[in-house]
């Protein structure tokens, strides 16, 4: 067990690093004057579009010489009090990938708690409804459909 002093030395020098970096507040810097304030020119390759409290956007697309189309799209669902429908994957089968935030996704009519890494099938003709839950929710869907 440690004795007096050294549990004393420990303190000084604790108090001592605390003393040499400071403990002043300062203000954040002042606003540039409106002539200065330029928006950034840069508009992503593949926006994310919304609609009804869920954004997508495309990420990949292709098709087999077989019919087999094949989608992968982004969501996001903005944090809500009810479930929202989640268009696009009831024409399709698809396979969801939870990215970021956690919240609960209906399908048909069994309920799964998600989180990051959560992974979970959809079937063709059944829709999907999600409620994001303290921030918004990130997944990746890959999109199934024969031509």
């Known amino acids: 067990m440690a004795n007096r002093s050294e549990v004393l030395s420990v303190l000084a020098i604790a108090t001592s690093a605390c003393a040499l970096f400071g403990s002043e507040r300062t203000d954040p810097l002042p606003r540039p004057p409106p002539d200065q304030i330029r928006p ?26 077989a019919g087999l189309q094949i989608e992968v799209r982004d969501f996001l669902i903005a944090q809500s009090d009810a479930p929202v429908e989640v268009p696009l994957i009831s024409k399709s089968a698809a396979l969801v990938e939870v990215r970021e935030g956690s919240g609960v996704a209906i399908v048909g009519g069994s309920t799964a708690q998600l989180a990051p890494g959560f992974v979970f099938t959809v079937s063709e003709g059944t829709p999907l409804r999600v409620q994001a839950k303290g921030e918004p929710l990130s997944f990746r869907v890959h999109l199934y459909r024969q031509q």
């Not at 950034?40 to 010489?65: H, L, N």
């Open 40 to 65: 950034s020119k840069y508009e992503p390759e593949r926006p994310f579009e919304s609609e009804a409290g869920v954004s997508t956007r495309a990420a990949y697309s292709t098709r087999s010489d």
